[in-house]
């Protein structure tokens, strides 16, 4: 996330505008401390959210739970 003071966003709004818009996002800082973000205004699929998580094509990630994962809780096998 790029980092920018509020002097710049006055000098090149439209410039981080269209770096938002591109799929990118802005902090604002004002006085060393993020007062507000820019984000692209749709919605991110999952896919893209947790895209940074791994490298190479996201198709070819491994969703199937560890063999060492915790035992769910008998209450989530019940039918009713």
Known sequence: MKSVSVAEVRAHFSA???????????AIMRHGKVVARLVPGQAQTALNALEHLWAGDPRTVDLQEPADAPPRPMTSALPW
Not at 16 to 24: I, P, R, W
């Open 16 to 26: 981080l505008l269209a770096e938002v818009e591109a799929g990118g996002q802005v």
